[in-house]
């Protein structure tokens, strides 16, 4: 996320603007917040979980979007994209439009330094009002780490898996699928990172 503009619109202003815009943009509480373009390692793992999901829901009433599709948290917003969102059964569009779900069972976000406390903080608040969400993940681009919350029977959201290696899988059970970490990460660079102090040249 981006610094919001310096000026409060309606719902129906931000979907106005929306319409015409060069870029995209998310909408909460008032504010809209200009979507920054995403990274090398950002885009190859959307586009491995959404070839994933696609596979995996042939001959299935399951579907899933990547990037461009909009899911309104409540009637008067928020308003985000996600990076992949994922229901079975009969989409549930909000009043009048075609581009915008309010019926996701899965949502999964691809973290960054710049999207990170967004995404684990007031995002995911937002999404647990949601009644149709079932299990939110995280996937950190910059290490291998996939994190999945599940909604318990009691409506508490639980940390419910960690997985840190390429032979693990992660479990969606809400939609029946499973997404081996090696295939998430399939053709992801990661940098080299060091704590080691230079060695000191001999005098």
Known sequence: MTQALKKYYTPEEYLALEEIADYKSEY???EI???????????????????LLRQAFKGRKCIAFT??????????????????????????????????????????????ESTEAYDRGLKFRLYRTIPS??????????????????KDEQGRWVLEQTLSNQDETLKLAAIGVELPLSEIYDKVEFENITNESPTKADE
């Open 28 to 30: 909460f509480d008032g």
């Open 33 to 51: 917040f200009a979507m920054t373009g995403a990274s090398r390692n950002h885009n190859v793992i959307t586009l491995n979980v959404g070839s």
């Open 133 to 150: 969400l079932q299990e939110y993940v995280l996937i950190d681009q910059r290490e291998m780490v996939v994190e999945c919350y599940h």
């Open 67 to 112: 990037n461009d599709m909009k899911v309104q948290a409540r009637k008067d917003g928020p308003y985000v994209y996600p990076d992949v969102i994922a229901l079975c059964g009969e989409l549930s569009y909000a009043k009048n439009r075609t581009d915008m779900i309010t019926n996701p069972t899965i949502v999964i976000e691809v973290l960054s």
